[in-house]
């Protein structure tokens, strides 16, 4: 009976159309068209020696609702969300910590005064348009970042990721990554309402509860992952590890949004600790094809966000902002580059190569828009930018080298160049028979040293001051300069050189330094070093007598060690028979 009364007191059941289920299907063709239209148009910039990414960010322009319409942004807005925090998460597991160590100190303070550098020039400029102190911070920390997603694969295509402005450039995209933290911190503090005083108030707490997120992910992956790793072991199974790299960044993002951080930035804390643990490399290896979903996914909603009308009609506006950025950017790392001891022309191509705006600076740009330190212009301007610099960063790249070059020939000229040793007194005495090794890098130190303690005369020549007084401490006689120049050539003798050894990873270099010698000195023995396979024809065309194909030689070292491993297998396989052979006849 009392049944018979609970049920006739409960409520009536909800209605057919309050119980449907949610329909995911008209999302799901929207995210299916998407990636469908990314995936041709990502190809058609692939091949026109573009990133990816502007395919990507050209199918959301087409499809969003500025052009084609085919497209409601508030369909994939969430999923965009989710693929942004799930995107930082597998850039958090690539950032390399040994990495920025072994580029030592000089890396960490030149990407630190870059940073700093690029937010002073953009409040300063930005406040002679009107804007805010505050709009001019958020902004010059939009700025300061650049994308190394688009910039070493552009240095990758053409082998400049080992010369000396592509480490360089390394090493600032590496310090620019992990400054994301503090600048979204910076961000949020600036939106912040109230007196200067609650304001860092506010920010110390922010902070505070970043290094508590810190601390937890470092227990979290010395402690809990290895008993994770420990457990899975056994069974092997590679989906628990795409299981396990889900649910820590999903966890991460929501424990950030819980105590008021970015979810973003919070799957990206955590992923820069993950990926540091034991498992780190099977995680890489498994969240891998997922992040190609997440990459589309985010940069096709920033395609989304531009508006081809707004651009046309503030093209003038559009193409000053190109046009200061392209120029005070490379400017600002030119100038922290030398304030390092950087040649002139190595520090304007890694300026120039990073004269875009970056992946993280459009994290910035929606946090301050949200929090409304800029306005809608001023975003819809930011994000023109990052689709416009982002289009141009393969041409930056390509330009890097040639600009830097020109650039210190004009210093050159007008007597501004200087070396940052003090000459090298040896080298004033008569050379004769000496051999000439450009480059002091592992394999310039390892040619050096032999040919130096075999009973030559080396001269080492390279453009890093450390590497040179290496050389000198170890007995050689070198000079800092670039041996592309026919004076520095002279200055070494190279008419009176027995040979030349280059060992530049950068194949356009050696080029260089063997066109320059060959016509100083016809008959020279000339020696190069081939990064690639598919360079050393080039190199023998240009005049070098030998080509080391480096590609080949490791291949090569890679048999060799195979086959004496096989013929130790062998033998300790005819051992053992000959031992069985012997216990057969003794018994």
């Known amino acids: 009976m009392d049944l018979l009364l609970l049920l006739a007191q409960a409520p009536p059941p909800p209605s057919p159309e309050a119980a449907a289920p949610l329909d995911i299907w008209g999302p799901m063709l929207g995210i299916i068209v998407l990636l469908a239209v990314a995936m041709v148009l990502g190809s058609v910039a692939e091949r026109l020696k573009q990133s990816a990414i502007v395919g990507f960010m050209g199918a959301g322009l ?14 994939i807005t969430a999923i965009a969300d989710l693929g942004v925090t799930l995107l930082m998460f597998t850039i958090g597991l690539e950032f390399s910590w040994s990495r920025l160590k072994r580029l030592g100190v000089t890396a960490l303070l030149t990407g630190v005064l870059q940073i700093i550098a690029t937010m002073a020039v953009t409040v300063a400029v930005t406040g ?7 709009a001019g911070l958020a902004l010059g920390a939009v700025f ?20 000396v402005h592509g480490r360089f450039a390394l090493g600032v995209l590496l310090v620019q990554d992990i400054a994301v933290i503090p600048l979204v911190l910076l961000v949020a503090a600036l939106g912040g309402e109230g007196t200067p005083v609650q304001v860092l108030v506010q920010t110390a707490g922010q902070f505070g509860i970043v290094a508590a997120f810190v601390v937890f992910c470092v227990a979290f992956s010395k402690y809990v992952v290895p008993l994770v790793v420990r457990f899975n072991a056994p069974t092997g199974n590679r989906e628990v590890s795409v299981l396990f790299a889900i649910v820590v960044s999903l966890g991460a993002a929501w424990g950030a949004q819980r105590f008021g951080l970015s979810p973003a930035l919070g799957a990206f804390i955590a992923a820069i600790f993950l990926g540091e643990s034991v498992i780190a490399p099977r995680l890489r290896g498994d969240v891998g094809p997922l992040r190609t979903i997440f990459v589309t996914l985010f940069f096709s909603s920033i395609g989304m966000l531009a508006d081809p009308e707004w651009m046309f009609f503030n093209a003038l506006p559009l193409a000053v902002a190109v046009g200061m950025l392209f120029v005070l950017k490379p400017t600002v790392i030119w100038i922290v580059g030398r304030t390092f001891g950087l ?21 910035l740009a929606s946090s301050a828009a949200e929090k409304g330190v800029i306005t809608d212009d001023t975003f819809a301007l930011v994000v023109s930018l990052t689709i416009v610099t982002l289009f141009a960063t393969p041409y930056l790249v390509g330009l890097g080298v040639p600009t830097g070059r020109r650039v210190e020939q004009l210093l050159r000229r007008l007597g501004l160049v200087k070396t940052g040793l003090k000459p090298d007194a040896a080298l004033n005495r008569e050379l004769s028979s000496h ?14 040293n032999r040919m130096y303690q075999s009973g030559s005369t080396v001269v080492v020549v390279d453009l890093n001051p450390i590497s040179i007084r290496a050389a000198r401490d170890a007995g050689m006689r070198a000079w800092v300069g670039d041996a592309s120049s026919p004076d520095m050539l002279k200055q070494v003798s190279i008419d009176t050189a027995e040979a030349l050894v280059v060992t530049l990873p950068d194949y356009r270099l050696t080029m260089a330094v063997i066109v320059e010698a060959r016509e100083l000195s016809p008959d020279l023995q000339i020696v190069a070093r081939a990064r690639y396979h598919r360079h050393v024809e080039l190199l023998a065309t240009t005049g070098a007598n030998v080509v080391i194909d480096e590609e080949a030689t490791v291949g090569d070292k890679l048999s060799q060690t195979l086959r004496l491993k096989v013929r130790t297998d062998s033998e300790k396989d005819h051992e053992v028979i000959r031992e ?5 006849a003794n018994a």
Do not use: W, Y
Not at 343 to 363: D, L, N
């Open 62 to 75: 087409l499809l969003g609702p500025n052009v084609l319409e085919l497209i409601d942004k508030s369909e």
């Open 580 to 584: 069985e052979t012997v216990v057969a």
């Open 435 to 448: 051999v000439v090794v450009v480059g002091f890098g592992p394999a310039g130190r390892a040619v050096a």
């Open 343 to 363: 040649a002139h022309r190595h520090a304007v191509a890694a300026g120039v190569c990073m004269g875009q705006v970056g992946v993280f600076s459009f994290v």
């Open 144 to 163: 300061a970042l650049s994308s190394t997603g688009v910039v070493m694969p552009a240095l990758a295509r053409r082998a400049e990721v080992d010369s």
């Open 128 to 134: 002679l348009f009107g804007f805010s102190v505050k």
